[in-house]
């Protein structure tokens, strides 16, 4: 082991990981020590003689687990994007260690002791606001994480923080698991309605999973979607919807029932720890919106309309239906294929239409100008630096005057080993505390790969959103590690990523970039004033499953004895409450529900994208109303949030871009929800 490129420092150009060299055994060892050292250095801070200063104490924090934090980087970014049977063992196997490492420190009572004092002087310091809001932002952690327990209680809340890191772990490999097992094999005969685009994807799934000279559909989204929204075989629709559904309930190993109902409980026993009445009550109370009253009443304001809405969808959904002979009710399996044909009654726009013009590249570089354009800053590729999977590309950013800000790696496609969506990550953050560190960021997609890649509209905008949180990453100007980019709260940090998504479907944007892909040709005026006309269209049904995964999430987080909870009857009863309309079906059902099971970042923290698109939509017509998209003061004070981070209170950043609070008018508007009301 005396090769472990981690013990080494990384020479690569940027000091990139050395991918072509970290192989799996390296990471065990790698983990031990960084931990080891990451010990060491806490054990230097609390065994220090001097009294406690900011310096010694803050700043010794920050520059502690860096060893930690590189390994962690390389090995979790990994195990997401590319796995492997060995770095799954290995997650399986450290997930907890690293949980039990981290909550050791997090209820260290002599490091506590030392955070707690300056805390009580700290507006005495003389420190400045990053640095204030740092020490209160660290003290309010170590609070949050038990520190103020006793000493029983302290471990009962280790043990939890433990298991619960297990339990992650098993929750997000069984769907892997499920998706990797289950495959949709079609012969030519079993093709009706698909176009090309969807048929060229199905050829290379088959093809990557060995199935020679058929067509396979898949589990991810972005192959189960074209295959729900234009197969003609109601009968396969429906048998991909219900394994699709039905992902993480089978009985057995794979099972996620059990997982959830002690994923579930053991929250809600460290809330209660902490002294909350539920996990809500104590996820909420360290966010934008503060409780769950401000969260169901953001909810509700949404979903009675968004439910009218869908209603009226219906209505169109089943005279079509009727009209091409379905004597039945409209079933969830039905409610994409219908609805296309809608689209293309109503608004003369069909997928199979638009997506010649969204070639994957072309909406890169799409982005890229955006970011340009709104930020000073350009992307150049490095097609000489080393990467973990040849589908990965690397682009070195700059500034306006040339100067280095940081690399951001592509990796765009679906494959077997890659969690299913669509994510943004960093392999390093930006700081300035010892000299400026460069970010590494990386986004995640899992687009169908095809030649060229073609994009839904859908597809573009996860495009956009993702580079969004890539850009809150690299445009980081923060001294501190822990406030650089998207480390502010759960709920804002979807306002930089959903933001940006605008741009896209901006006029000027498509005019440029939604170009054929065979002839070159910008997208017909006409066409473009359709899939203007169309941006409304089934936002009755998106909101409907966007918003009901939101109140699952808050139920579930809120349930009053989650020791005894029955999932099964808990969903049924829970639709029947909200009162869920039953075509639509739920977008994530719990047993799938990665964002609230397979990690705690988004529990009871599901709401946070509507709450950032109160932000979003409202921050957007701020440029719509200054009549220019790219105006540069706006654009500069959007800028100010980016670079921010977490160095000052997200309510005051973002009234100082948009002059005032924001409302949610332009939310309604936007999903076309204010004539349904
Ligand atoms: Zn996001």
């Known amino acids: 082991m005396s090769e472990n490129p981690f013990f080494e420092n990384w020479t690569t150009p940027f000091a990139l990981p050395p991918f072509e060299r970290i ?29 406690p200063t900011f310096a010694n104490t803050l700043e010794a924090l920050e520059r502690s687990g860096r060893l930690l934090d590189r390994v962690s980087r390389v090995f979790f970014n990994l195990d997401a994007s590319n796995t492997s049977d060995a770095l799954e063992a290995i997650a399986r196997d450290y997930a907890p260690k690293l949980a039990q490492h981290q909550t050791q420190i997090a209820l260290d009572a002599a490091l506590f002791a030392r955070i707690a004092e300056l805390y009580a002087r700290r507006q005495t310091l003389g420190l400045a606001p990053d640095q204030l809001r740092l020490l209160e932002r660290c003290h309010l952690r170590f609070v949050r994480s038990g520190a103020l327990l006793r000493p029983e209680q302290k471990a009962r809340m280790a043990a939890i923080t433990e298991r619960l890191a297990t339990l992650h772990t098993l929750f997000g490999q069984n769907v892997l698991h499920d998706e990797r097992d289950w495959q949709l094999v079609l012969d030519e005969a079993d093709l009706d309605g698909l176009p090309d685009f969807a048929r060229t994807a199905a050829a290379q799934a088959a093809k990557e999973r060995a199935v020679e000279g058929r067509w396979v559909v898949t589990l991810a989204r972005s192959s189960a979607e074209p295959f729900l929204t234009f197969s003609s075989r109601r009968d396969l629709r429906r048998r991909l919807w219900e394994a699709w559904t039905a992902r993480g309930t089978h009985q057995g190993a794979h099972d996620n029932t059990p997982l959830i109902r002690e994923i579930v409980a053991l929250r809600a026993e460290q809330a209660q720890l902490l002294g909350y009445d539920n996990f809500a009550a104590y996820r909420l109370d ?133 969690q299913s969506g669509a994510w943004s990550s960093r392999y390093r953050d930006q700081e300035t505390l010892d000299g400026t560190v460069a970010p590494i960021v990386v986004n995640n997609n899992n687009f169908a790969r095809g030649t060229p890649t073609l994009l839904s509209f859908d597809d573009a905008e996860t495009l956009f959103h993702e580079f969004g949180h890539g850009l809150h990453s690299l445009l980081s100007r923060v001294r501190y590690r822990s406030q650089s980019g998207t480390a502010v709260r759960r709920d804002f940090v ?69 020791q005894t909870l029955d999932l099964a009857r808990f969903e049924r009863e829970f639709l029947d409450r909200i009162g869920m309309p039953k075509e639509v079906g739920l977008r994530h059902r719990p047993a799938h529900f990665q964002h609230l099971f397979a990690g705690g970042g988004y529990a009871a923290g599901y709401y946070a994208y509507l709450w950032a ?31 921010a981070g977490d160095t000052a209170d997200p309510m005051e950043l973002y009234r100082a871009f948009r002059g005032r609070d924001p409302n949610i008018a332009a939310l309604l508007e936007q999903r076309g929800l204010t004539a349904a009301q």
């Open 23 to 51: 192989r799996p055994e390296h990471f065990p060892p790698a983990f031990d020590r960084a931990m080891a050292e990451h010990n060491a250095e806490i054990g230097a801070i609390t065994g220090s003689a001097a009294a």
């Open 286 to 418: 360290d966010s934008m919106a503060k409780t769950a009253d401000a969260v169901e009443t953001l909810l509700q304001q949404v979903w009675a309309p968004a439910k009218a809405k869908a209603h009226e969808e219906l209505v169109k959904l089943e005279k079509v239906a009727r009209g091409e002979g379905l004597n039945e009710p409209i079933k969830p399996w039905d409610w994409r294929y219908y609805a296309e044909k809608v689209r293309q009654t109503e608004y003369d726009l069909d997928e199979a239409e638009l997506k010649p013009y969204f070639v994957l590249d072309n909406m890169v570089e799409a982005a890229f100008d955006t970011a340009r354009r709104l930020f000073g800053v350009t992307f150049t590729e490095r097609s000489d630096l080393p990467v973990y999977h040849p589908d990965v590309r690397v682009w070195e950013v700059r500034d306006s005057v040339g100067n280095h800000v940081g690399l951001f790696l592509h990796d765009n496609f679906a494959r077997p080993g890659k």
């Open 494 to 562: 979807e306002f930089p990523s959903q933001i940006l998504e605008h741009w896209m479907s901006a006029p000027e944007t498509l005019r440029r970039y939604a170009r054929h892909y065979e002839t070159g040709q910008p997208m017909p005026e006409d066409l473009l004033g359709r899939l203007l006309a169309a941006r409304t269209f089934n936002q009755g049904f998106e909101t409907v499953e966007l918003t009901g995964s939101a109140l699952l999430d808050l139920d579930l987080h809120t349930e009053p004895s989650p």
């Open 613 to 643: 698109e109160v932000l979003d939509a409202d921050g957007y017509s701020a440029f719509m109303e200054a009549g220019d998209v790219f105006d540069h003061d706006l654009a500069e004070r959007l800028k100010a949030i980016y670079r």
